[in-house]
């Protein structure tokens, strides 16, 4: 009986409509693990495919894109991080000329540590390939020197005591490196120094206790670069061979003729190269010698720190130029400032210029190089021109 009742039963079930309870859900056991989601992709920054990581020389240029290129003020300072480390083990595969090329703009940048960064990557590199940039070096350094950011323009200075360090002959005799950087150090203190259009700058009435210590420090770079433009030239021991080496031999520094300036464009008094002690003197004591002692007196009636860095200074001063002796000479420049100006009065008379500029132009050009201006030619063309002016003669 009871089995027979069973099995109907179990027949019953296989026929029977189940009733589902509509809206609630079945109670989930306590040990329940949900693996419904589902993961489409990964995303990781910098994934590469490739099976064989990227060699040093390939890191080494990626960093130093990112140094120059890049927007974020920590990934630049980071990858100047990652360049003074390779720099400093002597891993250099693109060299110093590419370096400096890409990140010496980076002396104006507006991030403080970046460029704290920068200034110990340049101290990593080699001084005897550092000395043949010296020009491009001092341009940008010039640039931030001129910055209106005070921080930048102290940072500058801090740059150019490196300069100084390792190429400081090349820094003061290459082109623009002894006159357009005095410039700089007067723009930069407020020194007044007369230019040839006439304008000159106002300067400092009064200094506070922050802009003091700058000041001071602005007086002692500035002691230093001229230390290093008019200290005592010391004579070469004697090789009996240096002149057949120089005759026969092929230079060893690049562009050892760049004082000629062959080939590239007409330069002016405060481009031109002063590659000895005299020229510098020369040039010191004729443009700044007057506006330096004014600036060294309202600096020591300052008092303080920068009272105390001018008198530092006035004592270098008179050490560096102690023997030199103005030559009553006419300057070859100011002959030629003389001959423009006396185009400018006679400018008026037309056929009197046309003729004055077919006749001595040529010549005048040819005369005027990088080094000299025929000072023969000059004075024909005042005397001429003065000839022709109390004549009357317009023709």
């Known amino acids: ?87 400093g083990f002597g891993n250099n595969p693109v060299g110093t000329a590419t370096i400096l090329g890409k990140l010496l703009p980076l002396i104006s940048d507006a991030s403080g540590p970046v460029r704290s960064q920068l200034l110990k990557l340049f101290r990593e590199l080699p ?17 931030g020197m001129t910055h209106l950011s005070a921080d930048i323009s102290n940072d500058s200075l801090s740059v150019l005591e490196w300069l100084l360090d390792v190429a400081e002959d090349e820094t003061v005799s290459c082109p623009g490196g002894w006159v357009k950087t005095l410039n700089s150090f007067c723009a930069l203190m407020g020194w007044s120094v007369k230019s040839s259009t006439g304008w000159t700058s106002a300067p400092k009435t009064g200094l506070r206790s ?26 070469a021991p004697s090789n009996p061979n240096a002149l057949y080496d120089n005759m026969y031999r092929i230079p060893r520094a690049p562009n050892p003729f760049a004082y000629l300036n062959l080939f590239g464009t007409r330069r002016d008094e405060e481009a031109e ?28 009636k300052e008092g ?17 130029m102690e023997g030199y002796e103005p030559t009553s000479a006419v300057d070859p420049q100011d002959l030629l400032d003389l001959w423009r100006d006396s185009v400018v009065i006679v400018e008026h ?31 024909s063309v005042l005397s001429h021109m003065r000839s022709k002016m109390k004549a009357g003669d317009s023709t």
């Open 1 to 87: 009986m009871g089995s027979s009742t069973r099995k109907k039963n179990q027949k019953a079930k296989d026929f029977a409509k189940p009733k589902f309870k509509v809206g609630k859900t079945k109670a989930k056991p306590a040990n329940f693990t949900d693996t419904s989601f589902k993961a489409k992709s990964i995303v990781m920054g910098q994934q590469s495919l490739a099976e064989e990581a990227p060699d040093v020389g390939t890191q080494f240029k990626h960093h130093l894109s990112l140094a120059s290129t890049s927007r974020s003020d920590k990934v630049r300072k980071e990858a100047l991080a990652h360049l003074t480390s390779q720099v």
């Open 127 to 143: 001084e005897t390939e550092v000395r043949h940039h010296a020009e491009k070096c001092i341009m940008y350094i010039r640039a």
């Open 210 to 235: 922050k802009d003091s210590q700058s000041h001071a420090r602005q007086v002692g770079v500035l002691a230093r670069f001229l230390k290093a433009g008019l200290k005592p030239e010391v004579a």
């Open 273 to 300: 190269m002063y590659n000895d002690r005299e020229s510098r003197q020369r040039v010191f004591h004729k443009r700044f010698s007057e506006s330096f002692s004014r600036g060294i007196e309202q600096a020591k």
């Open 304 to 320: 303080g720190a920068s009272g105390r860095s001018a008198i530092t200074l006035e004592k270098s001063l008179k050490e560096d």
């Open 349 to 379: 008379h037309q056929p009197f210029s046309n003729s004055l500029e077919r006749q001595f132009g040529p010549r005048c050009q040819a005369a005027y190089g990088p080094k000299q201006v025929c000072t023969h030619t000059l004075e």
